[in-house]
Every structure is written in C-alpha cells, then in structure tokens.
Nanobody
Framework: QVQLVESGGGLAQPGGSLRLSCAASTFTFSSYTMNWYRQAPGKERELVATITSAGGSTYYADSVKGRFTVSRDNAKNTGYLQMNSLKPEDTGVYYC?????????WGQGTQVTVSS
C-alpha cells in the first residue's frame, strides 16, 4: 500500500503563492503518473494538473494555466505543485494522486485558503 502525505497548504492572500508537496512511500514512484486535484466547498473534485512518470509531459486545467506549475523529483519520491497569483476561487482541499495502470492512490488532502 502506497501512502501519500501532502504538505504546504495554508492561508494565502490573493496574488500570493504557496507550494504544495506530496511525499510518497514507494520505491516505484517514478513509474506513476502524478495528478493534483482540488475540491472546493459544495463542488465536485476537479483535476488541476498532471505530470507523467518521467516528468516529460504536463497538463493543466484552463483555470490554473500560467499560474500553477507541477513538478516532481523522482529521486526524492516527491511531487510538487507551485501555485502563484492565487485567487479566492483557488480555495479548496488539494489532493495528490498517483496512477499506474489499475493502481491508484490518494493523499489525505491539504487545505488551501485564499483570502484577504
């Protein structure tokens, strides 16, 4: 069983930045595609960003394109989501997810609140 631990959430002002981390307890981290999702109050969970196993390809939701950057360090079994120019609508619980074929693992989530 793979465990994912997210960190880095918190309170930020509009226009500010936060960096989320996702540490994985697996030596096969480099085999997994990593995704970041978020869920705002009263809304469905949505995909925010994706990075392929070797980091060669990324995907961003239109709402975060140009502001968020997804990355990973396979040597440290850790993924990151750099969030800049934060907006109040970025508020929500952010989850990291690892996918590899039929295997899919989720972190516990970290709260991000953007407010003045």
């Amino acid at each position: 069983q793979v465990q994912l631990v997210e960190s880095g959430g918190g309170l930020a002002q509009p226009g500010g930045s936060l960096r989320l981390s996702c540490a994985a307890s697996t030596f096969t981290f480099s085999s997994y595609t990593m995704n970041w999702y978020r869920q705002a109050p009263g809304k469905e969970r949505e995909l925010v960003a994706t990075i392929t196993s070797a980091g060669g390809s990324t995907y961003y939701a239109d709402s975060v394109k140009g502001r968020f950057t997804v990355s990973r360090d396979n040597a440290k079994n850790t993924g990151y989501l750099q969030m800049n120019s934060l907006k109040p609508e970025d508020t929500g619980v952010y989850y990291c997810n690892l996918d590899w074929g039929a295997k899919s693992y989720w972190g516990q989530g970290t709260q991000v609140t953007v407010s003045s």
